[in-house]
């Protein structure tokens, strides 16, 4: 086995372990990457590339509790569940359940806000230094409210993201066709967030956040990390058929660090939310930004030479198969908006790392400061990838 030593091993080459990575040793720290796959190539890939400072909405709300049984069993729904998984589900659903309760939801919406409250400035500053400017696209986001109703049901999440400082502004219907002229007419409304940003590639990206990691001196094993111990000056890491020891560890595995965190006796109700997209190549999208029509839970995003429709929430683990349901229901929804849609050219299934209450752990482990635990980001580790490491540098520091 060969042994390797190092000061820091970062566990998890998805953005969120490679912008960590590039922060220390920006910090002047020896650091180490383990990951088995091509770095960024996971959710950190596959995702909607939204930058979401207003994502300050939990997943679990007083509305998603009073419709949770429905929303599970509709077929339809963009939250879904393979029955076969539920019996392994029920501690995360029970625990989601509570979170869902109204002073957990709001108090778990000020958590997160207080992380996302930055995200595009530092996204911005992160871009400049991996070299990826260029593929940022500063023209906010759109949310679609196909109907009257569905539009002033929003007021309370509005009113929510108004509390936290959220920049958001309502539109009637026909101001949102003034934005984005080739969706069809609707009689709801929309909701704007001018200061979000997307990435037009987030697959390039990850290439060149990579790259910029590798000049910066970051060593990369790859090889999947199978177990974690404590030793008297640090960790002891088994990534087979390396032996690695470090002085402190991050663990940033995504949707596979729950296995990791018990062996170190941080035992947390992370689970898994697999998500989709489906790609349709084009020489020109037609939109200019991100539009999420909120009644079916999924985002048509622009990208280079392409549009991407990502979404869905499917609880049922990191090993079933794709559930093709889910991709014909991505496909068909998108045709509601633009019927000229032909078959997508690409699909994709990808797993997000998923607390019950929707807010990412990022602290010491239980255990001492020789591991950090920097994981189960949801829905937003693109948007808190810069936030992040340096949160992970201030733990080392402190």
């Known amino acids: 086995m060969s042994r390797i030593s190092t000061d820091i091993a970062v566990i998890g080459g998805g953005v969120i372990g490679l912008a960590i990575a590039l922060r220390l040793r920006?910090?002047?720290?020896?650091?180490?990457?383990?990951?088995?796959?091509?770095p960024g190539s996971g959710a950190s890939y596959g995702n909607a590339g939204s930058i979401a400072d207003y994502a300050?909405?939990?997943?679990?709300?007083?509305?998603?509790?009073?419709?949770?049984?429905?929303?599970l069993?509709?077929?339809?729904?963009?939250?879904?569940?393979?029955?076969?998984?539920?019996?392994?589900?029920?501690?995360?659903?029970?625990?989601?359940?509570?979170?869902?309760?109204?002073?957990?939801?709001?108090e778990n919406a000020h958590r997160i806000a207080d992380l996302v409250s930055d995200a595009s400035v530092q996204w911005k500053e992160f871009?400049?230094?991996?070299?990826?400017?260029?593929?940022?696209?500063?023209?906010?986001?759109?949310?679609?409210?196909?109907t009257r109703k569905a539009f002033k049901a929003a007021a309370t999440d509005i009113e929510l993201r108004r509390s936290h400082g959220v920049a958001q502004e309502l539109l009637s219907a026909n101001e949102v066709l003034g934005l984005e002229p080739r969706l069809p007419p609707f009689?709801?409304?929309?909701?704007?967030?001018?200061?979000?940003?997307n990435l037009r590639d987030p697959g390039e990206v990850m290439r060149r956040l990579t790259a910029a990691v590798r000049s910066a001196g970051v060593e990369f094993i790859q090889a999947s990390a199978q177990t974690i111990a404590r030793e008297s000056n640090g960790t002891r890491i088994v990534a087979s058929p390396f032996e690695i020891r470090a002085r402190t560890t991050i663990l940033s595995a995504g949707a596979h660090s729950r296995k990791l965190a018990d062996q170190i006796g941080d035992?947390?109700?992370?689970?898994?939310?697999?998500?989709?997209?489906?790609?349709?190549?084009?020489?020109?999208?037609?939109?200019?930004?991100?539009?999420?029509?909120?009644?079916?839970?999924?985002?048509?995003?622009?990208?280079?030479?392409r549009m991407r429709v990502a979404g869905l929430v499917e609880l049922g683990g990191l090993a079933a198969p794709v559930n093709p349901r889910l991709v014909e229901a991505l496909v068909a929804n998108s045709r509601?908006?633009?019927p000229d849609l032909g078959e997508p050219s690409r699909t994709w299934l990808g797993f997000r790392p998923s607390m019950p209450n929707s807010v990412p752990v990022i602290r010491p482990s239980r255990g001492g400061r020789d591991v950090i635990l920097a994981f189960g980001h949801g829905h937003v580790g693109l948007t808190l990838a810069p936030r992040t490491a340096q949160l992970v540098s201030k733990i080392l520091d402190s």
């Open 187 to 197: 009689e709801g409304g929309g909701l704007f967030f001018p200061s979000a940003t």
């Open 73 to 106: 069993l509709d077929a339809d729904s963009p939250l879904s569940i393979r029955t076969s998984a539920l019996p392994t589900l029920f501690p995360w659903l029970a625990r989601f359940a509570y979170e869902s309760l109204p002073h957990r939801y709001r």
């Open 267 to 305: 035992r947390l109700p992370l689970d898994t939310e697999r998500g989709y997209h489906v790609e349709f190549d084009m020489a020109e999208p037609p939109i200019e930004r991100p539009v999420c029509p909120t009644a079916h839970g999924f985002y048509m995003c622009p990208m280079r030479g």
């Open 56 to 71: 300050v909405m939990p997943v679990g709300t007083p509305s998603v509790l009073r419709n949770l049984l429905s929303l």
């Open 336 to 338: 509601r908006i633009f």
């Open 127 to 146: 871009a400049t230094q991996i070299g990826a400017s260029d593929l940022l696209s500063a023209k906010g986001c759109l949310y679609l409210y196909e």
């Open 26 to 38: 920006s910090d002047g720290r020896e650091v180490v990457v383990i990951e088995p796959n091509e």
